[in-house]
């Protein structure tokens, strides 16, 4: 029985400064279907249970993504197994009901440069701080009973971006309207900042800042490398540069292949990246030795090879890249992106086992 | 033909208005609305598809040369119709059942029409059975299907089963998607599987035996 002497928050800071950490920080996520297998398997309660019994070190405070339409969520169509709404940003989209699942964006009400400039633009900047400051402080305060790195969680330029015009809109736009691009990105940035500061006037005083935007899939980023430094990174040094004068540590959350931007992450600020997705060609056991010393990585463990429910296979995955992530002493387990229903309790159990057996120092 | 090679480049480059009006150009010159698609458009988009393949060009230059071909297309499709030209291969494609996302799949169906494949785009949430019907009532030389989440690769699987249960010996079925590798497409039986927009062209093309 290997015992922990450290708290998650000094063991996730030690994990930023590279220092010596008893075992590696732990944190992991899971689709709803996942839980509702495993409930059936011995999971006695929720996610949280499987959290707590993965010993997760981070505690998250408060979800920052605001909308033009605080609260809209108008049902336009359903049928048994989808609902079709107008939501927040003033799109439509279909959605499943009860089950998890990326929507099918049907429309988008900013659609034109107008409609940002007459509607959208100013409705976001009038709308309300979106995030509960009360009930993030209290998660603030149990982060800290529990030991836990605390953080803020919101979504950066990129991914608001996406939401709110949609891929093809704002892929073209920033080819062919790159000034629109800009504001979008600088005005969702403003008022982002604006929530958490909020969250900090209230008194929480959180370890860091956890930025999720998706900006790449399995085959590269989505726009190039010198795109994304012209119209969204600024944005993204923005977030880094504000978390880092209040002392905070940066987390960027991005799903697919990044490699040919890992260093303008770095430049910007990003100290850590997660989820490192293996099935879009991440592979820590080649990225750390590269970059392991200035990001950390936070990740990477295939769900596809969780999902065999092959414990040879997933003992294997955990022990090579837990190996060259633990050589820089800036990694921590998560895997590479939401635990699938495929992968049994039994299974996660295991896995927890081999985090367990590989995962100290 | 200089023309037709200002066309393939206007394409290539994304530049909508210059493939218009190129295109209207060498309709007014005498090309055949054939030649314009063959030798004009279905070029611009090969080299589209070869620099996003590099990672020389990404997914805003391919939607924008996407765009302009399907603006020379309106001016075209009336003209090849009349003459009774049809593309020499049709394809089926769709998000599995139980997938909403479509940014892959629409990309993929762009691409295919720029390298002169007449789509049938079924949307998500396709049924097996509505893949079948519709590679039927087609004749479809290639189904594609797509899938975002590892928990739709098992609608994958069950709509390869049905299409190859029904015999259809001249439909080769493609596969895609974030969670999708060559080894899952050998596991469960697809004839074809596609990394990116720009690859799913080429396999497409080696499946019906158009390959360069």
């Known amino acids: ?361 | 033909m200089p023309l037709l090679n200002d066309l393939t480049a206007a394409v290539a480059a994304g530049k909508r208005v210059d493939t218009v009006r190129l295109t209207q150009e060498l309709l007014a010159a005498g090309t055949s609305p054939q030649a314009v698609v063959e030798q004009g458009l279905v070029p611009g988009m090969a080299i589209v598809g070869e620099r996003f393949k590099k990672n020389e060009i990404f997914v805003p230059e391919m939607l924008v040369a996407a765009r302009a071909m399907k603006e020379a297309l309106k001016l075209l499709e009336p003209l090849l119709l009349k003459a009774g030209i049809k593309p020499k291969y049709t394809a089926i494609i769709g998000t599995v059942q139980g997938d909403l996302h479509d940014i892959g799949k629409n990309l993929i169906s762009m691409m295919w029409r720029g390298a002169n494949f007449a789509v049938v785009d079924l949307g998500t949430n396709v049924s097996p059975e509505k893949y079948l019907a519709a590679a039927q009532e087609h004749k479809a030389h290639i189904v594609g299907l797509s899938a975002l989440l590892t928990t739709t690769m098992p609608a994958m699987k069950e709509t390869v089963r049905i299409i190859k249960a029904a015999g259809l010996t001249e439909t080769k079925i493609m596969i895609g998607g974030a969670p999708i590798t060559q080894e899952f497409a050998n596991d469960i039986g697809a004839d074809g599987y596609a990394a990116d927009a720009g690859s799913a062209v080429d396999v497409a093309k080696q499946l019906v035996g158009d390959a360069a």
């Not at chain 1, 939501?87 to 998890?100: E, I, P, T």
């Not at chain 1, 955990?318 to 800036?330: D, E, L, P, Q, S």
């Open chain 1, 1 to 361: 029985m290997k015992t922990c002497t450290m708290t998650g928050c000094e063991r996730v800071e030690r994990m930023f400064a590279r220092r010596d950490q008893d075992r590696v920080p732990r944190c992991d996520t899971y689709w709803p279907e996942t839980i509702t297998r495993w409930q059936r398997e011995g999971l006695q309660w929720d996610h949280n249970d499987a959290l707590r019994l993965l010993e997760t070190d981070f505690q998250g405070l408060c979800w920052s993504w605001p909308s033009a339409f605080p609260n809209q969520r108008e049902v336009l169509a359903q049928d048994a197994e989808t609902e079709t709404i107008r939501d927040a940003w003033g799109g439509v989209a279909r959605f499943w009901k009860g089950r998890s699942g990326t929507p099918e964006h049907i429309s988008f009400g900013c659609d034109t440069r107008e409609a940002w400039d007459k509607i959208y633009r100013p409705a976001m900047l009038a709308a309300p701080n979106q995030i509960d400051t009360h009930a993030a402080v209290l998660r603030f305060h149990e982060g800290r009973q529990l030991g836990r790195w605390t953080h803020l969680s919101g979504v950066e330029g990129f991914e608001a971006l996406r939401r709110l015009i949609g891929d093809e809109a704002c892929l073209m736009a920033m080819i062919e309207d790159p000034e629109w691009i800009r504001d979008i990105v600088s005005v969702h940035t403003d008022i982002v900042l604006r929530s958490f500061e909020g969250v900090l006037a209230e008194g929480a005083k959180p370890d860091g800042l956890w930025i999720y935007g998706d900006m790449a899939y399995n085959h590269a980023t989505m726009c190039s490398p010198a795109m994304y430094r012209d119209l969204v990174w600024p944005a993204h040094k923005r977030m880094a540069d504000w978390a880092h004068a209040h002392g905070m540590h940066v987390i960027y959350h991005t799903d697919g292949r990044v490699s040919g931007v890992l260093d303008l992450y770095i430049e910007a600020g990003f100290e850590c990246l997660q989820p490192i997705e293996a099935k879009a060609g991440m592979d820590i056991r080649q990225f750390a030795p590269t970059h392991g010393s200035r990001l950390a990585m936070f990740g990477n463990i295939d769900v596809m090879k969780m999902a065999t429910n092959n414990l040879d296979l997933i003992e294997e995955e955990i022990r090579t890249k837990f190996a060259a992530g633990m050589a820089t002493r800036g990694y921590a387990y998560h895997s590479d992106h939401s635990v699938p229903p495929q992968v049994s309790w039994d299974t996660y159990k295991a896995i927890i086992g081999f985090i367990d057996r590989y995962g100290y120092y």
